[in-house]
């Protein structure tokens, strides 16, 4: 399977703890998104990378959240000391610059903090 | 900020109806692409939308962006059960492909 993929699938941590959640992209694709959505909510953009660089970052991610991508390869983005609000299903998408540039998301890793 | 808003939220249609949803922007929109989401599963593109007045067609599927670009809509002929999902439309930053999703329009179709 080419497509993009995320791991773990589910993950269940209690209050405070740290996680990190990783994405490999497509391996041709140079860009690649991370978003979070809730249930019944459209995806809402986090941060985005051009190859290693992280380019944008949204105003509403607090300081607590941090990615990487470290080689323009796979990235991860880490939540640290999370908070029940932090419990959502985080996508990660990816994408090569060009015309259309349609992104094509992995399946989600989902958050649930207890 | 930039709100993106679908109506309507929710439609429940008969296999063999007509249905449309429309994305309206708070913003001046720069290019709208369409995503559907499975239940469970993860967005997946339908299709961009980038003149405006422009109209697109994949087979049952009519996307149509706004003379304005501040809305857009999308319309499907004689639905089937495989329709059924969320379709959304997003705000494609011109620099960046960042999206902005709409809220969203959740489809079901009964047989």
């Known amino acids: 399977d080419t497509g993009v993929s995320q791991d773990p699938r589910h993950k269940i941590t209690k209050r405070g703890q740290n996680v990190t959640f990783r994405c490999d992209p497509i391996s041709e694709h140079n860009r690649l998104y991370w978003y979070r959505q809730t249930l019944g909510q459209g995806p809402e953009f986090l941060t985005y990378f051009q190859n290693e660089a992280q380019l944008e970052k949204s105003r509403l991610l607090s300081d607590r959240f941090s990615a990487e991508r470290p080689k323009g390869s796979f990235s991860t983005l880490e939540i640290q000391r999370t908070e029940q609000g932090d419990s959502a299903m985080y996508l990660c998408?990816?994408?090569?610059?060009?015309?259309?540039?349609?992104?094509?998301f992995g399946p989600g890793t989902r958050l649930t903090v207890t | 900020g930039q709100q993106v808003m679908q109506i309507p939220q929710y439609q429940h249609v008969q296999e063999g109806e007509d249905f449309t949803t429309y994305c309206n922007s708070s913003?001046?929109?720069?290019?709208i692409q369409w995503y559907k989401q499975r239940p469970g599963g993860h967005p997946v593109f339908l299709i961009q939308?980038?003149?405006?007045?422009e109209v697109k067609k994949q087979k049952r599927l009519t996307f149509q962006f706004g003379e304005a670009k501040k809305n857009s809509s999308l319309h499907i002929t004689a639905t089937q059960t495989t329709d059924v999902g969320t379709y959304f439309c997003?705000?494609?930053?011109?620099?960046?492909?960042?999206?902005?999703f709409g809220t969203g329009t959740r489809l079901q179709v009964f047989p």
């Open positions: 913003t001046t929109l720069s290019n």
């Open positions: 998408a990816s994408s090569r610059s060009g015309t259309e540039n349609e992104q094509y």
């Open positions: 939308l980038v003149k405006s007045g």
């Open positions: 997003a705000d494609r930053s011109y620099n960046t492909d960042k999206l902005i």
